[in-house]
């Protein structure tokens, strides 16, 4: 199926560039020629590269955050309702992410690879196969998931937790169902198009829904009285928000006029081939989730469940916020590596991955340094006990150590997925 005539000027497609290589061709501007700074820079790091990246990792970054957010900011407001609230919510959190919101993402990462490399062998026509393809794929394991979601409160129970908080999660899991589904679509149509470097309408459907998401929390939980179980459905509201948002600029905008072609039937026949990707992809990101989240499970073992729980999920949290800086690197290396490669560039790949690695660590310390300063005022968004306070900040210096070991093993898995 060879690429079609039509796409010799990409840059229509979302912003990318590059018809050999489908990246974004921005150039740093060398001004002042020589300076000393330049060149020490240039010892250390390809510039060009670099800059490539930083334009398309950060709003990438802004879009993952974004959307972690959403569930992240009605924990929040679970969490002023009370200890057993916020106990329930964070291990409801938890649970969902290891069981659910990781595997959604694994399972979309085989795009990464489908879409990425035929952008860059430039046969267009295969993204919009290979979107509905993993979308059929993720809603099969979403139909899955959600059973389990409906009947965790006796899994909880067998896995030890303090029944009360059992409940408690059991109920925020029900309630957050209906937005497993739309995060599902949104994962696969975000990768559809990242491969495509297409990163400014991400960055405003996630913003966007985060922002509504603010005050319709508040809304749910202290206008209508829905209270605990408002901050969840206010989460499933805001994540089909986000996915219809997405939807709809892919459905009418003209730069998806050679990659999205409408629904087909051909997509059937890529569903075993696509699921021999996301499998294992959804294996690898499931793990790298389950390493943290199994922690909050342990902690209702503990005595005081209530307080151990809320603070193994805030570290927990925490780590996974910084982990979208890393993933949003990862996304970039993954799309950048599986562009090149499609186009016949290796050397590029490699230089790539080189560049991720570097510019990853580097803001992975950065939001060290700012958590060891601003600990105390982190935690309490999620809380206004002083126990849970103190508690996280005697936390603080393990968990900056594993932030910036994590920040290098993202950009790494992002690589191989590639």
């Not at 009360?164 to 679509?185: D, E, H, K, R, S």
């Not at 890529?270 to 990707?277: A, D, F, G, T, W």
């Not at 294996?283 to 005081?304: D, S």
Request: charged letters at 10%; a neutral charge.
């Amino acid at each position: 199926m060879a690429a079609s005539s039509p796409l010799l000027q990409p840059q229509e497609h979302g912003g990318a560039a590059g018809a050999g290589s489908g990246k974004l061709e921005i150039k740093a501007e060398t001004k002042g020629g020589g300076a000393w700074w330049r060149r020490a820079v240039a010892v250390l790091i390809d510039e060009e590269e670099a800059t490539t990246q930083l334009c398309f990792a950060f709003p990438m970054i802004l879009t993952n955050v974004s959307y972690y957010a959403i569930t992240l900011v009605s924990v929040m407001f679970a969490g002023h309702l009370g200890d057993l609230h916020l106990a329930g919510a964070t291990l409801a959190n938890s649970w969902g992410t290891v069981t659910g919101f990781a595997l959604m993402v694994g399972l979309s990462g085989a795009l990464e690879t489908l879409c990425g490399q035929a952008y860059g062998a430039r046969v267009y026509k295969m993204l919009g196969i290979y979107l509905q393809s993993s979308i059929i794929i993720s809603i099969f394991f979403s139909i899955l998931v959600s059973v389990s979601w409906y009947f965790s409160e006796p899994i909880l129970i067998w896995l030890h937790q303090e029944p009360q908080v059992a409940n408690m999660a059991a109920l925020y899991l029900q309630c957050l169902i209906p937005g497993l589904y739309a995060y599902a679509l949104l994962q696969c149509t975000l990768r559809f198009l990242q491969t495509q470097t297409v990163v400014i309408p991400l960055v405003v459907c996630s913003v966007v829904p985060l922002l509504i998401h603010v005050g319709l929390a508040y809304v749910t939980v202290h206008v209508f009285g829905l209270g605990f179980k408002g901050a969840a459905l206010s989460a499933s509201v805001s994540i089909w928000i986000s996915f219809i948002m997405l939807a709809i600029y892919v459905k009418y905008s003209d730069k998806f006029r050679y990659t999205w072609k409408g629904f087909t039937a051909e997509a059937l026949h890529h569903v075993i081939p696509c699921m021999k990707l996301a499998v294992p992809s959804a294996v690898m990101v499931c793990l790298e989730y389950w390493a943290f989240e199994i922690l909050v499970l342990l902690a209702g073992l503990l005595p005081n469940s209530e307080l151990n729980t809320s603070l193994i999920a805030m570290c927990v949290n925490t780590e996974a916020i910084a982990y979208m800086v890393t993933y949003g690197f990862s996304a970039t290396v993954s799309t950048r590596v599986s562009n090149e490669i499609g186009a016949g560039n290796l050397e590029k790949a490699k230089n790539a991955v080189s560049v991720t690695l570097k510019l990853a660590v580097f803001l992975g310390v950065t939001i060290v340094l700012l958590l060891a300063f601003g600990h105390d005022l982190w935690a309490k968004l999620f809380s206004e006990s002083d126990d849970i306070i103190r508690a996280f900040a005697s936390m603080t210096p393990l968990l900056t150590v594993s932030i910036v070991l994590d920040s290098a093993q993202g950009v790494l898995s992002g690589t191989l997925s590639s």
